[in-house]
T-cell receptor, first 116, second 112 residues
C-alpha cells in the first residue's frame, strides 16, 4: 500500500503571500489530520477532516484553513503568511487496521515551509 | 486532555535494551497508551499501543503498570536506526477524533 504523500516537499514564500499544501492519504483512509512542527512549539494539531467534514480544530488563527475532497485528499491553506509560520507541516491519515481496536495514524514526510 | 511526562533524553549503546518511561497519572479508564517515534527528517511513525495488558510487536514491547499511571516502551536490542524522538500519547477510545496531542517526547541517542 502506498503511504501518505505530501506535495510540495519544500516551499519558500515571502511574508503576506498565501500557500496551499496538499496531502494524499493512504487508499481507503477517510480521516486526514494536519500538524505543524516547529523547534519552539513542537508538534501541534491543526485540524482534522473526516468524510469532507472538519471534525476537530486546533488553536490556530483563522489564517489557517483546510478542506477535504470526496476522494479523501486534503489541502491546507495559510493566508497572509508570517515569519512564524515557517515550519514543517505534517499530514496524517488513519483508518481502522485489521486487528487493532483504535485507528493508527500514518504520517507523510511533511512539507517544509520557509517564510522570508 | 490527559497529559504525559517523559524524560527529555536518554542514551543507549547499540544492541543493548532500552527502557523508555512515561508517566500519565491522570489517565482515564478509556485512554489507550500509544507510542510514536520520529526519525530524523521524517514524519512520526506508530510504534505500539496498549490499554491494560503488556503488548509486544515486531518493533517493541509495551509494559503498563497495574494502576496504569505509567508505562515503559522497551526496545529489546537498540540499533542505530532506533535513534529518534519517542512520544507517549494518550488516546480516548471513545473520542470522536484522531487528534494526537504530542508532548516534548524523549530523544534517544544510540551509540555504536
Amino acid at each position: 500500500k502506498a503511504g501518505v504523500t505530501q506535495t510540495p516537499r519544500y516551499l519558500i514564500k515571502t511574508r503576506g503571500q498565501q500557500v496551499t499544501l496538499s496531502c494524499s492519504p493512504i487508499s481507503g483512509h477517510r480521516s486526514v489530520s494536519w500538524y505543524q512542527q516547529t523547534p519552539g512549539q513542537g508538534l501541534q494539531f491543526l485540524f482534522e477532516y473526516f468524510s469532507e467534514t472538519q471534525r476537530n480544530k486546533g488553536n490556530f488563527p483563522g489564517r489557517f484553513s483546510g478542506r477535504q475532497f470526496s476522494n479523501s485528499r486534503s489541502e491546507m491553506n495559510v493566508s497572509t503568511l508570517e515569519l512564524g509560520d515557517s515550519a514543517l507541516y505534517l499530514c496524517a491519515s488513519s483508518g481502522r487496521d485489521r486487528g487493532r481496536r483504535t485507528d493508527t495514524q500514518y504520517f507523510g514526510p511533511g512539507t517544509r515551509l520557509t517564510v522570508l | 486532555d490527559a497529559k504525559t511526562t517523559q524524560p527529555n533524553s536518554m542514551e543507549s549503546n547499540e544492541e543493548e535494551p532500552v527502557h523508555l518511561p512515561c508517566n500519565h497519572s491522570t489517565i482515564s479508564g478509556t485512554d489507550y497508551i500509544h507510542w510514536y517515534r520520529q526519525l530524523p527528517s521524517q514524519g512520526p511513525e506508530y510504534v505500539i499501543h496498549g490499554l491494560t495488558s503488556n503488548v509486544n510487536n515486531r518493533m517493541a514491547s509495551l509494559a503498563i503498570a497495574e494502576d496504569r499511571k505509567s508505562s515503559t516502551l522497551i526496545l529489546h536490542r537498540a540499533t542505530l536506526r532506533d535513534a529518534a524522538v519517542y512520544y507517549c500519547i494518550l488516546r480516548d477510545v471513545w473520542g470522536n477524533t484522531d487528534k494526537l496531542i504530542f508532548g516534548t517526547g524523549t530523544r534517544l541517542q544510540v551509540f555504536p
